[in-house]
């Protein structure tokens, strides 16, 4: 199987852990990722606040590229892929918007006919690859690791996507193959703050604070999430918050595909799990715990 | 919320009107975004608001004053810069109303209409976001926050310290700007998309009263 990648302005920067977790795993599962040659930023939220043809004409510019590849596009920052869709919708169904969109392209010599299909790794993982396929290559089962899956609210929304709007459980049934455990955790959809945490900290903070608290609450030893702007708000403000609000947060928070790669098999190196903040204790156990297993079965 | 003006039934300041245009203007390129009229005032959209006890008009009420002929309470109010574009409004909404895309219409409104909140400086964070693309074709979260911090208040900026060198120490800042290759390109694509984005200039005209207030919703 071979995807066009797309991986976007932060995973660029300081979510490096993401883009190497995600090529890792991808690679482990014999997928081909294709980095989008000089593919530009998406425009993220903030663009659409600024101008709406602009923020269109940027975002078009990358699918016109990817039309090129003939693959499915994968971005892996919910941003992105929000932002990639929605372009992807807007242009399907106002012929004004598709009109001037594309007159903008030609300035650049593009042309895009609409035909790319933008996806999310997480869906890809699932729908394409499937549970079954992973399920054969996991090297070190997560054994009972408590995991409060973290969807953040860009990757199942607007739109019906790849899963419901109101639960999703996509990543749920990822994590139970790999043999963790999922706590309840009924902020799994609930806004971390996004761009707010510059803008308005003091209510980025308050959300922030209620999903590390409900995941505390149900003894979840991490939170994986989907999102580069969540796993920042989450990890970097922890400290702030702890601060502020007088808790004691000490929560890691992992992108699911580092999670997925540890299962996998995958050094923790390769997976950028020590650019963290906070490290999962379990993790070295698991590791260990694992390698004598894997002697064992062979 | 304060009511500006008490005005008579259906008719609009100059200065109402204006507003009105550029914001149905940004309404009118939503897909389904006529779907604002269908509104019934059931509440779904701010009791699903993760942030609307942080806005001092609710989702709820930026339509009704929409409908009221007031859009100046609303390009004023805290409310659409508090908005964190999470899409649950618009995901619950019974009359399948855009919420967010309207909300993002509202903020586009503003800017077009050069009305800044004092208490956000979401155009200065915007400056140093279109600057930072402009130049690169992609964002350097580095620069993109030295510039916005340095615009808000160098004094402020002082607080954001400790969690730099904790980035730096966990290797995640990226210090030199990566640019495309097509910049020449790319940029042409922004000039014109950026002509076809350009405010309606529009003369001073009596606005159409027949939309206002209650018959709006036919």
Redesign the interface.
């Known amino acids: 199987m071979k995807y066009t990648y797309y991986p976007g302005?932060?995973l660029?920067?300081?979510?490096?852990g993401y883009d190497d977790s995600c090529k890792a795993v991808f690679e482990k599962l014999d997928c081909e990722l294709i980095e989008l040659d000089?593919?530009?930023?998406c425009?993220?939220?903030?663009?659409?606040?600024?101008?709406?043809?602009?923020s269109?004409?940027?975002a078009a510019?990358n699918l016109a590229l990817a039309e090129k590849y003939k693959y499915d596009l994968i971005a892996p920052c919910s941003s992105c892929f929000t932002i990639l869709s929605k372009t992807n919708?807007?242009l399907m169904?106002?012929s004004?918007?598709n009109d001037?969109?594309r007159?903008?392209?030609k300035?650049?010599?593009?042309e895009y006919n609409l035909s790319v299909r933008v996806r999310h790794p997480l869906d890809v993982l699932v729908n394409d690859i499937g549970l079954e396929t992973i399920k054969n290559k996991v090297k070190r089962p997560l054994r009972g690791l408590k995991i409060a899956n973290y969807y953040g609210?860009?990757i199942v929304?607007?739109e019906r996507g790849f899963d419901d709007?109101?639960n999703p459980m996509t990543m749920d049934n990822l994590f139970e193959i790999l043999g963790a455990e999922n706590v309840y955790f009924p902020k799994k959809?609930?806004?971390c703050?996004?761009?707010?945490m510059?803008?308005?900290e003091?209510?980025?903070m308050?959300?922030s604070k209620e999903i590390l608290e409900s995941a505390v609450e149900n003894d979840a030893e991490l939170i994986v999430t989907t999102c580069p702007l969540c796993q920042m708000n989450l990890e970097?403000?922890q400290?702030?918050i702890n601060r502020v609000f007088k808790t004691n947060f000490k929560m890691p928070i992992y992108y699911f595909t580092q999670v997925v790669g540890v299962a996998l098999g995958l050094e923790p190196k390769n997976l950028g799990i020590?650019?963290?903040?906070y490290q999962l204790q379990r993790l070295k156990e698991i590791e260990m715990m694992s390698k004598t297993e894997i002697i064992e079965i062979q | 919320m304060k009511i500006v003006e008490i005005k008579l039934p259906g008719k609009l300041t100059k200065k109402e009107s204006e507003h009105r245009v550029t914001f149905l203007e940004?309404v009118g390129?939503?897909?389904?975004g006529e779907k604002i009229k269908a509104c019934i005032q059931c509440g779904t959209c701010t009791g699903s608001c993760?942030?609307s006890f942080?806005m001092d008009i609710s989702p709820r009420e930026v339509i009704a004053l929409f409908r009221a002929g007031d859009i100046e309470s609303i390009l004023k109010s805290k409310t659409i810069?508090?908005c964190?574009?999470?899409?649950?409004c618009?995901?619950r909404c019974p009359a399948s109303i855009?919420v967010?895309d309207i909300i993002?219409a509202l903020?586009?409104t503003a800017?077009d209409r050069k009305i800044y909140s004092r208490k956000?400086?979401?155009h200065l964070?915007?400056d140093s976001?279109?600057k930072n693309?402009y130049r690169f074709?992609?964002?350097?979260?580095?620069r993109l926050?030295v510039y916005?911090l340095l615009k808000t208040g160098i004094i402020k900026s002082f607080a954001y310290l400790?969690?730099g060198i904790?980035?730096a120490i966990?290797?995640?800042?990226?210090y030199k700007a990566?640019k495309?290759?097509?910049i020449i390109?790319?940029r042409?694509?922004?000039?014109?998309?950026?002509k076809?984005?350009m405010p309606i200039e529009f003369e001073a005209k009596p606005y159409i009263v027949e939309t206002v207030g209650y018959k709006a919703a036919h």
């Not at chain 1, 660029?12 to 490096?16: D, E, F, G, T, V």
């Open positions: 302005c932060s660029h920067s300081a979510h490096r000089d593919w530009n930023c425009g993220a939220t903030i663009y659409m606040s600024i101008k709406e043809i602009t269109l004409a940027i510019r919708r807007f169904q106002k004004r918007l001037e969109v007159l903008c392209l300035e650049a010599n593009l609210c860009q929304r607007p709007r109101e959809l609930q806004c703050g996004g761009m707010l510059t803008t308005y003091e209510v980025a308050e959300l970097a403000y400290n702030k020590g650019k963290n903040f | 940004h390129v939503i897909p389904g993760p942030v942080a810069w508090t964190a574009s999470c899409y649950a618009q995901t855009k967010t993002y903020k586009r800017m956000f400086p979401v964070l915007k976001f279109v693309i074709g992609r964002l350097n979260e580095p926050m916005y400790p969690l904790k980035m966990n290797g995640r800042i990226e990566s495309i290759k097509d390109g790319f042409q694509i922004m000039k014109a998309a950026e076809l984005d």
